[in-house]
C-alpha cells in the first residue's frame, strides 16, 4: 500500500523545521550571555521545551502530511513519549553549545546521541500509528536515515556553537543561512526516515485510543507556531533588555576601569592615555605641556589617627579644589593614596605651570572641616614639561616625582621644576630606603646622646637621643637625609622601636654602672605620633625592659602638636597617665602661640637654635624673643630649654632671661653610647664648678 504527499503540508513541515533550527540558534546566543547559573538553569529547560516541540512538530506535521487510502489515528501515550524525547534531545544540544568550549570529541559525541534520540523520536512517532500488519522498514534506508540525523545534528551544533557570540558580523544572516541549512537537513532525515516505511496491501489501524489525523495536524501546527515564534518574540524582547543592561554594565565596567571610585577623577590607565594624547599633539605641532605631580604632606600621619573614613572625605575634597583651578582642557587624576597629577596641556611657556601649582597650594591649605575636625594639609608639586624633562610618559611622570620628592626635601609646602640634578638625588633616596632596613639589621643605626645643662649652674640635667647612620659605602648619612626617607617609606616605625629599645638598655647599663639617674629624650616622629596604640605600644617596650617611666621624655615638634590639638591634648595626656614627660621641640618654627600649649599639659618647650642664634646676630631682638618664650612658659609652669648654644655669650645672655637648661656645642657635642657613658662617669666625679666647655 503506498501513500501519497500533501505538498502544502510538507512546506509547511520545513517551515516548523526552519523556525525550530532558527530558534536552537537564538537560544544558544542567548545562553552564553546570562549573568549567573540559575537564570541559565530556567532558561535551558525552557528553550529545550520550546526548541523540542519545534522539531517534534516538524516530525509528526511531515507524518501527517503523508496520506494513507485508509483512516489513520496515532496512540497518544507513544506519541507524548517521543515529544519527551525529542524535548530531552534538544536539552542535551543547548547544554552542549551553552559551555565555555566544545571539543571535537565532545562535538562527535553530543551529536551522535542527538542524531540517534531524533531519530528515536521519528520512529517512536511510526510507532504511534499502530497498523496491522505492523510497518515494516528497509534497513539500510533506516541506517541511511540514521546517519543522515546524525551527521545533521553535529553540523547543527557546530553552527549553533559558532554564531553564539554576538561580536560577529551580520550574525542574523548567518543565523537565518544556517537555520535553513540545518531546517532542510532535519527535513532530509524524516522523509528519508519515511522512505524507509512500508506499509502492506489491506493494513488497517489498531489503536484504541486514537487522535483524529486531521485535529493533530491542526493542533500541532498552531502550538508548533505560537511556541516557536513566542519564543522568538520572548527572546528579542529579553535580548533588548540585556542588551540595555550588557551596554550599562560595560559602560560601568569601563567608568570604573578608567577613574578612581573615592574621588571618581580619571586613573592611571585614563592618565597615560591621555598624557600620550598630549605628546602626540605637541610633538607635530612643536608646543609644550606641563605634567604636574601632587603629593599631600602628612596625609598618613591624618589617616592613621583620625581613621580612614576621615582620610577619604579629606581625598575627595582635595580632589575637588584641585579640580576647580583647572582650566578647560586640563585634566587632574589621581594615581593612588594620596597622589595626583595635574595634566597642562598646550602652554605657551613653562612658567604657567608655576603659576597653577601656586594655586594648587593656596587651595589646598585652607581649613578643612571633616565630622568637627578641623584639618589643615599642604602639598609637595614637581613639575616636568615636555620635551624639554621628557619626550615619553614614563620619563615625564618620573621626572615630576622626582621634582615633587624634591619640594619634599625643601621643606614641603612648595613646588619645584624639575632638573636633572634632581635624578641623583633620587637615585640616592631609593639607595638609602634600600638600605635601611639592611642597617637596622647589620647594626650600622646606633643611638647617640647630647647632654642637656642647667643654666644656673652648668649641671647635668639629662640627656637628647639622637639617632645615627653609619653606611658602609656612603659614610656617615646626616639624619635630615634619611629620616625623611624612612619616614616616607614606613620604615621609621621599626627603626622608632628600636630607638626606645636602645635608650632603655642605656638606662640599664647607666644604673648598673652605679651613675646618677638622668631623664633620657627620645624624639617622635609625626608617623610614630599618630599611631593609634603609640602610648601602649611604647609602655609594653619600656615596662618589658625594666625601666621606670620617668626616665624617660618624648618630644614632639610644634608644628606636629599642632596639626590635630585635640588628639595631641589626649595623646599627651595619656602619655602622663603612663608616668612620662612630654616636651615641645623645634618651638618657634611653627604658627602656634604659649597659649594653645596649655592644654597640653607638656613639662618642657625647647627653643630652636635660630632664636638662640639670634642672641649674638640680632641681640635686641634675640633677646626680646627668647624673654618672651621664657616669661611666658613660666606662667604656664613649663621648663625652657635652649637649643643649639654654641658661645658663652649666647649662655650668658640666656642666663640673664633665666631660660631653664640648655644643650649645644659650647658643653658637649652627642656623644656614642660608650663615650656618653664615660662623660657621666667624669661628671659624677666632679662638682658642678668643675665642669668647664666642651
Known sequence: MSGIYNPLVVFLSFIIA??????????????????????????????????????????????????????????????AVSLLVSAATSLLAL???????????????????????????????????????????????????????????????????????????????????????????????????????????????????????????????????????????????????????????????????THDPLTELPNRLLLTGRIQQAIDACAHGGQMFAVLFVDLDGFKSINDSLGHAVGDDLLKTCGDRLRRILRHDDMIARIGGDEFVIVMDRLLEASAAGAVANSALHELCQEIEINGVRLRVSASIGIAVFPRDGHNVETLLHSADVAMYSAKQSGRNTFRHFEPSMNTS????????HDLQRALEEGQLSVSFQPKFRIADRSLSGAEALLRWHHPDLGDIPPLEFIPVAERS?????????????????????????????????????????????????????????????????????????????????????????????????????YSSLAYLQQFSIKQIKVDRIFVQGLDVHEREGLALVSTIVNLARALDMDVVAEGVETETQMERLASLDCDQMQGFLLSKPLPAAAFQQFLSGVAGLSHHELQPA
Open 426 to 433: 633620587a637615585l640616592k633616596t631609593l639607595i638609602l630606603q
Open 490 to 590: 614606613g620604615q621609621i616605625i621599626q627603626i622608632g622601636d628600636w630607638v626606645i629599645k636602645e635608650v632603655c638598655r642605656m638606662i640599664s647599663d647607666l644604673d648598673a654602672s652605679g651613675l646618677p639617674a638622668i631623664q633620657i629624650a627620645i624624639n617622635l616622629s609625626p608617623i610614630q605620633f599618630n599611631l593609634r596604640d603609640l602610648v601602649e605600644r611604647i609602655d609594653d617596650i619600656v615596662r618589658s625592659a625594666g625601666i621606670a617611666p620617668e626616665r624617660m621624655m618624648f618630644e614632639i615638634t610644634e608644628s606636629v602638636a599642632m596639626q590635630n590639638m585635640d588628639k595631641t591634648s589626649a595623646t599627651i595626656q595619656k602619655f602622663r597617665a603612663f608616668g612620662y614627660d612630654m616636651a615641645i621641640d623645634d618651638f618657634g618654627t611653627g
Open 95 to 257: 547544554a552542549t553549545v551553552s559551555g565555555r568550549a566544545v571539543s571535537r570529541m565532545r562535538l562527535c559525541v553530543a551529536g551522535t546521541i542527538m542524531g540517534m534520540g531524533i531519530a528515536g523520536m521519528h520512529y517512536m512517532g511510526m510507532a504511534a500509528m499502530q497498523m496491522c500488519p505492523p510497518i515494516r522498514y528497509t534497513s539500510w534506508v533506516v541506517m541511511a536515515s540514521v546517519a543522515i540525523a546524525i551527521a545533521a545534528s553535529m553540523t547543527a551544533l557546530w553552527l549553533a556553537f559558532t554564531l553564539r557570540t554576538s561580536e560577529q558580523p551580520n550574525l542574523v544572516f548567518k543565523r537565518l543561512g544556517a537555520a535553513i541549512v540545518m531546517g532542510l537537513a532535519i527535513g532530509g532525515m524524516h522523509y528519508t526516515g519515511m522512505d524507509a516505511a512500508n506499509f502492506a496491501a489491506g493494513s488497517l489501524g489498531l489503536s484504541t485510543h486514537q487522535i483524529d489525523a486531521d485535529w493533530l495536524a491542526l493542533a500541532v501546527l498552531a502550538s508548533s507556531m505560537v511556541v516557536l515564534i513566542g519564543t522568538l518574540i520572548f527572546i528579542g524582547l529579553h535580548t533588548n533588555r540585556l542588551s540595555d543592561s550588557l551596554k550599562h554594565a560595560h559602560s560601568q565596567l569601563q567608568y570604573l576601569g
Open 18 to 79: 526552519f523556525l525550530a533550527s532558527y530558534t536552537a540558534l537564538e537560544l544558544s546566543g542567548r545562553l552564553v550571555l546570562l549573568p549567573n547559573a540559575r537564570q541559565r538553569f530556567w532558561w535551558l529547560l525552557g528553550g529545550a521545551a520550546a526548541m523540542g516541540v519545534g522539531i517534534w512538530s516538524m516530525h509528526f506535521i511531515g507524518m501527517i502530511a503523508f496520506s494513507l487510502p485508509i483512516p489513520v489515528g496515532y496512540d497518544l501515550l507513544t506519541t
